[in-house]
């Protein structure tokens, strides 16, 4: 049988990010800020190599003098977020942010989001303090589907969604195929389902925004083929072990 991935670390050496990440310090280039920064240490000395190799179950490993403990339950949460709530850890001007929603829930764990809505965007994102599996859900190598109902201002014509699905130049990144579906064409907006195997910083606004459509609303109503159709807004819950195979294995980590 195969062996899961803290298994196969435990047996052997692994990167220092990967070690932070699987061990729920953050997606693994936030690992490798925390080393770029100077705050982790191996058997008390600074790491100063991202590609340092580290032995869990003999190194002794802190992070801004916090030993990391290994072994560390995995927990992976679904939240439907509101709008108005910021889909990072924390905020320096004390805005709400979806941490805050699911330490409110109960969940006081080491967690974080993967990937980001934004603040005027709502639907399902997944808090977890799983980084391995939190990396391969947002790297596009995985094409991880996310989708979204969107509502824009105009109305959408044949020819820019036959762009779009195709793949356009957004600023500094040009996007790849996706799939859009219209939905609902008012007098002067469109509502549309688009579904992407990427997520680029305000990929939908800024792909809307090329053909003059202003996005008014904006939701995520699946990831990975599931809708969580039962987490209504603003509820937070634990993935059913099922959820929770279905997404290991998209993430190619089952
Ligand atoms: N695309 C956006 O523009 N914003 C989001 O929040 C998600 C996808």
Redesign the pocket.
């Known amino acids: 049988m195969r062996r899961s991935y803290t298994e196969d670390a435990m047996a052997s050496k692994v990167r220092i990010n990967r070690f932070l990440a699987a061990a729920g310090l953050g997606s693994r280039r936030k690992c490798e800020d925390l080393i770029r920064a100077g705050l982790v240490c191996v058997n008390g000395q600074k790491v100063d190599r991202l590609a340092r190799l580290v032995d869990p179950d003999n190194d002794v490993i802190t992070v801004d003098g916090e030993k990391i403990a290994w072994n560390q339950k995995k927990i992976i949460l679904v939240l439907n977020k509101p709008e108005g709530v910021l889909s990072t850890v924390s905020d320096s001007f004390n805005r709400k942010t979806v941490i805050d929603l699911a330490r409110e829930h109960g969940y006081t764990e080491r967690l974080f989001p993967v990937g980001?809505?934004?603040l005027d965007?709502s639907g399902i994102i997944i808090i977890t303090n799983d980084g391995e599996l939190a990396y391969r859900l947002m790297h596009p190598r995985f094409k991880i589907e996310k989708r979204?109902i969107v509502t824009v201002e105009g109305r959408v014509s044949q020819s820019t969604i036959d762009d779009l699905v195709t793949g356009v130049v957004a600023d500094d990144f040009v996007t790849q195929p996706c799939t859009i579906r219209v939905l609902k064409r008012g007098s002067d907006t469109t509502e549309l389902d688009i579904r992407l195997k990427e997520?680029m910083k305000?990929?939908?606004?800024?792909m809307f925004g090329l053909y003059g459509h202003t996005?008014v609303k904006?939701k995520?109503v699946a990831l990975g083929g599931m809708e969580f159709g039962d987490v209504e807004i603003g509820d937070i819950r634990p993935l059913t072990p099922a959820e929770e195979r279905h997404l290991r294995r998209l993430a190619k980590l089952a």
């Open positions: 980001r809505l934004d965007t979204y997520g305000r990929q939908i606004k800024r996005v904006l995520r």
